[in-house]
């Protein structure tokens, strides 16, 4: 065991060799207090930091821990990730800052970011609006409440009372469909159409009824509105409003007349077709337009006169001196 005993002895010489070198201080009885306040903003400012690292991995991972931990001066600090070359890295920093308006103790940082977008829609440029603009459907669950808060208050500006409903309608925001409605009759024209711009957004199925009411509105972008929401919509309701308008029925002025005949077209074959032929018959304001939008659908070339297309209708037999296209697929239709 001689051999066991000189690898103890050497072992042991090591050791105090070591030992020799300087013995390590260890922690005394006290302790030097540390500030949490200052231990997170060291925290944040790191974050903050890779923020710029090449890596969009990196990138992500520093707005997925500032949202979970940062407060309301981490803010800015996401918006500026909105303008990263990486959709992934922006899809993050939209996500980061609806975690920070979400986060207990946080409750001031959606007004702030409302305020911040009423910056950007004014002073910032169109990168910057672009940015905005594509995150603001992510952000309804925090933003649509202060909007909407905005839109009514008397102390808003109308700018910003313009930019608020804009981002109701992007944020597809359904609460506030009574706000709007009432303030497309705005005395203010640039935010009355805002107003009704943003109601269009909302693509609200049971909308029907409201844009049918503002087809009478007295601005001409309104009215344009309404028909193209009724167009959209496509219910029954809508179908039966435009027929009226395009028969020439409920006074419409005739630029609404046209436009409501043009809209008919939207609908399949076999509903546009009879509606524009009687709309032809009975209303020469429209005329033209009804047979423009009839020889499109049917690609055939019959004239303005509205016995020939009512006579191919009812027999499917074409006008003499009339032929079918050579090319393409002619519409068919049931004999009446």
Known sequence: MLWVQDDLRQSLRRAEAVCALGTPPWPGQRFEPVEIRNSMAEGGS???GMQNARDPAVRIRALEALGETGGAGDLDACLASLLDPEASVRHAAAEAVVRLCQRPGNDPVAERLLLRVFEIGTQWGSRER?????????WAPVLCAPATQSLNSEEASTQQRAIAAYCLGRMACFDAADAL?????????????????????L???ESTRLWVGLARHTDPVVQRLSIEALAALGDSLALDALTSMALGEGEYSGTLQILATNALAVWPKEVSIPRLIRAMTRNPTVRSYAVARLREITRLPIGDIPNQWQDWYETGELPEGVEAPRTGDEVEVEVM
């Open 46 to 48: 790191l974050l903050r």
């Open 130 to 138: 672009a940015a905005i603009d594509a995150a603001l459907p992510r």
């Open 181 to 201: 409605s009432a303030l497309v009759w705005d005395k203010d024209a640039a935010l009355a159409r805002e107003a009704a711009s943003a109601l269009y957004r």
């Open 203 to 205: 693509r609200d199925p």
